[in-house]
């Protein structure tokens, strides 16, 4: 591990080790034998189709990068299911780095350049994000069974910056796929004088990242990505409707706007993971369930351990035995994959 992982490895253990104790610090009478009774009463059955709902998504995402693929490579999508189960495999088990492989295998399998297919993962996550966006702002706008919960308020203003947030990267998003060329030569020009350095790998990652986006390559392609990726955040949804309502008291009313909400502290949450044992997108998920959900604590806690079972790690299985037939390790592919972008820059 190198000593930059190591050292943000330990910021993160530390955080989340605050936030754990806060929360925890609150539950001075925690019911152990409470937890393992909801945990044991959940409906195995609905959890089992919040797993199946997940698994959908890999296929969906599978389809979405053939698309971001069209203009380079016509690719078959079974030989993009795989490097999706395995790839997010390598995220549960070895947290954000792993991101890097499953640019790395369809990169080494269909013979195109790493950087292009991590161009392409950029361009993914924006869609992703900007489509998770557009669902919590309109859920906080205007789904009326919110406006009765706790920090609705905040929630809403939260939702607003995020909408301005979004619109402003959408903007420079915009201009780096219209005039790639000329936004690195403005950045160049404004940073190297100062700092020579960042200015050249901020150009070098600029043009890559354009050339990314011109995978989007006519407005056909955009509807379909766009599409896409709201049906893919809107299956996430529905499995997490499937989770709560495994569960009796007031999670099994939940709504899907109200899903929404408690996807979004998990998303919020995941910035801070450790590998295997996640971390923050169960506090996240936890805390909002006690707070706004008024979920007693057992409760609040079975729930939030399976939803990040269901959403994070119930790949795994799935993904390993995917990685042992065709022979790949994971470790090995992402530390290939990190030595080949070190290489590339």
């Known amino acids: ?80 299911t795989g490097p999706m189960f395995i790839g997010f495999t390598g995220v549960a088990l070895l947290g954000r780095p792993g991101d890097l492989i499953r640019p790395f295998l369809i990169s080494k399998r269909q013979e195109l350049s790493l950087p292009s297919q991590i161009a392409v993962l950029a361009v993914e996550r924006i869609f992703d ?6 669902l919590l702002l309109v859920d906080l706008l205007f789904a009326p069974s919110l406006r009765e919960l706790p920090y609705y308020s905040e ?18 998003v915009f201009l780096i796929w ?36 011109h995978t989007i390559h006519d407005l ?9 990726s709201m049906a893919i955040w809107v299956i ?4 997490y409707v ?18 929404l909400l408690l996807m979004s502290a998990s998303i919020a949450g995941s910035l ?26 057992e409760l609040a806690a079975s729930c939030g351990l399976m939803l990040w079972l269901v959403t994070f790690v119930a790949v795994v299985p799935v993904g390993l035995a995917w990685a042992r037939l065709e022979h790949i390790s994971l470790t090995k592919s992402e530390k290939e994959a990190e030595q080949e972008v070190r290489h590339e820059q």
Not at 155 to 163: D, E, K, P, V, W
Not at 204 to 209: A, L
Not at 236 to 239: G, N, P, V
Request: some cysteine; charged content about 20%; overall charge positive.
């Open 1 to 80: 591990m190198s000593k930059k992982r190591l050292a943000i490895s330990l910021v993160i253990v530390a955080v989340l080790a605050a936030l754990a104790y806060l929360q925890f610090r609150t539950w001075r009478h925690f019911r152990w034998d409470v937890f393992l009774y909801h945990t044991r009463e959940a409906n195995p059955w609905k959890i089992a189709f919040g797993v199946a709902l997940i698994y959908w998504t890999y296929y969906l995402r599978a389809i979405r990068w053939k698309v971001l693929l069209r203009p380079t490579k016509r690719v078959p999508i079974r030989e993009l």
């Open 129 to 134: 994000i900007g489509c998770f966006a557009l």
């Open 155 to 172: 929630f809403r203003f939260a939702g607003i910056m995020l909408a301005f947030v979004v619109a402003a990267a959408a903007l420079v």
């Open 178 to 213: 219209r005039k790639t060329e000329a936004f690195a030569n403005w950045v160049d020009a404004k940073l190297s004088r100062a700092m020579p350095k960042l200015a050249r790998t901020l150009c070098e990652k600029i043009k890559t990242f354009g050339e990314g986006l």
């Open 220 to 228: 056909g392609s955009f509807f379909q990505l766009l599409g896409l």
């Open 236 to 239: 996430i949804a529905y499995a």
């Open 242 to 259: 499937q989770v709560t309502h495994a569960y009796a008291g007031h999670l099994k009313h939940m709504e899907f706007s109200h899903v």
């Open 272 to 297: 801070l993971q450790l590998p295997v044992v996640g971390g923050g997108s169960q506090l996240g998920t936890i805390g909002v369930l006690r707070a706004v959900f008024n979920v007693h604590e």
